[in-house]
């Protein structure tokens, strides 16, 4: 058996996992040698690692804002990560007919938080027959994701649900911890996205704001309260990163988080 499959039994068995990688893909040579750096940083522990990277970044606040280099082209560069490195991949959809396009290169499809009422979009990444990992919306509440989970569900029993803050105000937003304890009643693999859940949105400047200080915070807190995994987004340099950079984590602080989260884990089993 691959690594790559391995990882994902050991995920549906109920090991605690991690996602990471960047906001967007930004080039066809620096993922490949991020995904590297992710699998060095994190070797020491027993933790199944997904690299995740969106291929475009179709919910931007400004018309100006980077959006990727081509739908095709950036599927390649995550499928050929996942390939090369034998690991699993993720990415979003953006639409019902993205469905099968991003199928062919990744284990994992992700549906935007924006999106997670959209029946279409939700029958037909569940139709892929790859796990379909929903993010609960800014909007929603979490009892309300059942009914997400259940769409999928009558296509596809692989279904995972990531928190990943509620709105708060215009410009903030909120992560209750509770939520996770409610949708893990019908939901096996919940996820805190601790990256997207610090960002400010709705900023003057057109460019979503965030508070990186809080990540280590988020995942500790997330980890403590028996979440199933952790979808944490890095860069080598959040400052030049072309999409997200004010809410990831910058990449040489990576091995110091997962170990603290390595010491909660063995703490509450």
């Known amino acids: 058996m691959s690594n790559r499959s ?65 739908d095709e082209k ?36 992700q549906i935007p938080a924006f999106l997670c009422r959209q029946t279409d979009i939700l029958l037909a990444a569940g139709k892929t027959g790859k796990i379909v990992n929903i993010k609960k919306g800014q909007f929603m509440s979490p009892e309300a994701m059942k009914f997400a989970v259940e769409k999928v569900s009558t296509v596809n029993d692989s279904v995972m649900l990531t928190e990943r803050g509620t709105s708060f105000g215009y410009k903030d937003l909120l992560v209750d911890f509770t939520a996770v304890k409610k949708m893990q009643k019908f939901c096996d693999h919940v996820i805190v996205d601790c990256t997207h859940s610090l960002q400010r949105p709705n900023q003057s400047s057109g460019v979503t704001g965030g508070d990186p200080e809080m990540i280590s915070t988020i995942a500790k807190a997330a980890t403590a309260i028996g979440a199933n ?11 030049q990163a072309k999409s997200d950079g004010a809410n990831m984590l910058p990449l040489n602080q990576l091995k110091n988080l997962i170990s603290e989260i390595s010491q909660i884990r063995k703490a509450i089993s």
């Open 6 to 70: 391995s990882v994902i039994d050991k995920i549906k068995q109920g090991a605690f996992f991690l996602i990471l990688g960047p906001c967007v893909i930004e080039d066809e040579t620096s993922p490949l040698g991020l995904a590297e750096s992710i699998l060095e940083e994190t070797k020491d522990f027993d933790f199944p690692v997904i690299f995740k990277a969106s291929y475009r970044k179709a919910n931007r606040s400004s018309l100006h804002s980077f959006t990727g280099i081509g």
């Open 229 to 239: 995994g952790l979808f944490i987004e890095t860069h080598p340099d959040p400052s």
């Open 74 to 109: 950036a599927l390649k560069v995550i499928g050929d990560i996942g390939n090369k490195l034998d690991i699993p991949v993720t990415t979003d959809i953006h639409s019902e007919k993205e469905a099968e396009l991003a199928a062919s290169q990744v284990d994992i499809i």
